[in-house]
């Protein structure tokens, strides 16, 4: 057992997924014109290309999540020991949570999860 | 003859190429059974021309979307382009390998044929690992697609499901205190009515807070109905597909079926558990039965609620998953572990988390809709028909409600 079995299941993925791309280079018509490969834009003509920027605020909850996701992974192992740590790690995670909660309500109060 | 069987490479090959091609199955008919059965709860018919009640529909569907014409458009960074649905797809696939389909099949002595690919002590940590790359394939499609509707479908979807999985995380880890173990099939275990580790319950009686969290935040992190926003027709004609036609488009339909798949796999493992009912379990074949059973009734949730729900609002949607999903997810970590390091039982931890569920619906319900006969203004109520139920008023520039005067309303 071990990890072996997971990187054959891994391997076969990706094998699918390059057959199938593979595959669709080679079935289907190919016709192409100008205006088929034109961006979509419900009919009209796109007047500028689109700029490839984006709303800071995208930005800012990514690293929101960063800041949680790693806190959740610090977590699991406290999460996992929980039954031999009792109160002690009672009060442990308790301390965690309450210095992370102190920074959830600094950036709510900052106004970093209302979306206009 | 057969001794090559008994190589632990040839058996994991064998079983992973099942899987694949299970899942791949189910994806075709999950399409089939979802139109079918929207369109029951709709009054329609659905799909019932190809073959009896329309069982060869996917595979007509397959068959053209194979010999669509594939199109790359001019603005897109083609290599990006073509390579993004196959990430999203290779991704959806790898988290099944921890999933535990059924119970070993002499006894509890493991050996390499079981139903399960890959039983690593570290389980669940694979699954959120190789779930939080599926933005990749969705975001890098987006992107790479040079299309504004595509980039600001991409972005919508980045964005809701980074923000979901913070309090996925979370209300998974109230039910790891339980189970003690991150490994798929010792949680399992830990749920039996018998062996060493077996606890007697399954873990949704001990952490219903928990198990709502996980489906509110499941349901967004594979972007279905009611928090499809990355592909609202209505706002981005298609989200991040819009640029996408033929297999190049099947595989990100694919890849969120297949996800689907995956999350129903582990709200039932972790919550309902898994293979195991009520000792029915032991009898050799019937615990992989018992396991399809309980992941179609959560696919079956799925479809339920695309046919029941409309869609959330964006700023609503930021503010459930930041504003009440996570601080709900760390309530019930503070009650959990409480619960499991005082050696309390586990109905204390049920008892307080039904009386969460049930205080944040009636809060819910009382802040969206005022169910009084008027409007109340600084100079007195002003009565409405019967009929009519308002909605709350939102505020509206400096934070002051804005209420319409007398004469403007018509009764």
């Not at chain 1, 071990?2 to 199938?20: S, Y």
């Not at chain 2, 640029?243 to 798949?261: D, F, K, P, T, V």
């Not at chain 2, 006969?373 to 008023?393: K, Q, Y």
Request: glycine content about 8%; aromatic content about 12%.
């Amino acid at each position: 057992m071990g990890i072996l079995p997971i990187f054959v299941l891994v391997t076969l993925a990706v094998l699918f997924g390059l057959f199938v791309m593979v595959l669709t280079t080679f079935l289907g018509p190919k016709k192409p014109s100008p205006e088929k490969l034109a961006p979509y834009e419900c009919g009209i003509q796109e007047i500028e290309a689109p700029k490839r920027r984006f709303p800071v605020k995208y930005l800012l909850t990514g690293m929101l999540f960063i800041v949680f996701d790693i806190e959740i992974v610090s977590f699991y192992p406290l999460a996992i020991l929980l039954h031999s740590l009792k109160v002690f790690g009672l009060i442990e995670l308790l301390v965690f949570l309450l210095i992370l909660m102190i920074g959830y309500i600094y950036v709510w109060r900052k106004g970093a999860f209302t979306w206009e | 003859m057969l001794d090559f069987l008994n190589n632990a490479i040839v058996a994991a090959v064998i079983k992973s190429a099942i899987v694949i091609f299970a899942l791949l199955t189910a994806f075709a008919y999950m399409t089939l059974i979802e139109r079918r059965v929207v369109a029951k709860m709709q009054g329609r018919l659905g799909p019932n021309r190809v073959g009896p009640f329309g069982i060869f529909q996917p595979v007509a569907d397959a068959v053209k979307m194979a010999f669509k014409e594939q199109i790359i458009p001019t603005q897109s960074k083609v290599a990006i382009y073509v390579l993004a649905p196959v990430i999203s797809v290779v991704v959806a696939l790898c988290a099944f390998a921890v999933v535990p389909i059924g119970n070993s099949w002499i006894g509890d002595k493991p050996s390499i044929w079981d139903p399960i690919i890959g039983d690593i002590n570290v389980g669940i940590l694979w699954i959120l690992g190789v779930s939080s790359l599926a933005v990749y394939g969705i975001v890098l499609g987006g992107w790479a697609s040079g299309n504004r509707y595509s980039l600001l479908g991409s972005l919508r979807s980045a964005a809701q499901m980074v923000s979901y999985e913070t309090s996925l995380g979370l209300a998974l880890s109230g039910t790891l205190m339980w189970a003690g173990t991150l490994s798929m099939v010792g949680i399992v275990k830990a749920q039996l009515l018998y062996g060493s580790t077996g606890q007697g319950i399954w873990f949704i009686a001990a952490q219903p807070l928990g198990f709502v969290i996980y489906m509110i935040a499941g349901v967004a992190e594979v972007n279905r109905a009611p928090f499809d926003l990355p592909e609202a027709e209505q706002e981005l004609t298609a989200g991040y597909l819009t640029e996408y036609s033929g297999l190049r488009w099947s595989l990100y339909q694919m890849a969120e079926y297949i996800n689907m798949i995956t999350v129903s796999a582990i709200a039932s493992t972790l919550f309902f558990g898994g293979w195991s009912f009520f000792g029915l379990e032991r009898i050799p074949g019937v615990s992989i039965l018992i396991f399809l059973v309980k992941v179609a009734f959560f696919l079956f949730l799925f479809i339920w609620l695309r046919a029941t729900l409309p869609r959330i609002r964006y700023d609503r949607l930021m503010r459930l998953g930041w504003q009440l999903l996570l601080p709900l997810a760390v309530l019930n970590v503070v009650i959990t572990a409480t619960v499991v390091a005082l050696g309390w039982p586990w109905w204390i931890n049920g008892l307080a988390g039904l009386a969460i569920v049930a205080g944040v619906l009636l809060l819910v319900r009382s802040r969206t809709r005022e169910i009084q006969s008027g409007i109340s203004t600084r100079e007195g109520t002003i009565p409405m028909p019967a009929s009519v139920r308002l909605a709350r008023f939102e505020p509206v520039g400096d934070g002051q409600l804005i209420a319409p005067k007398k004469q403007d309303i018509k009764v």
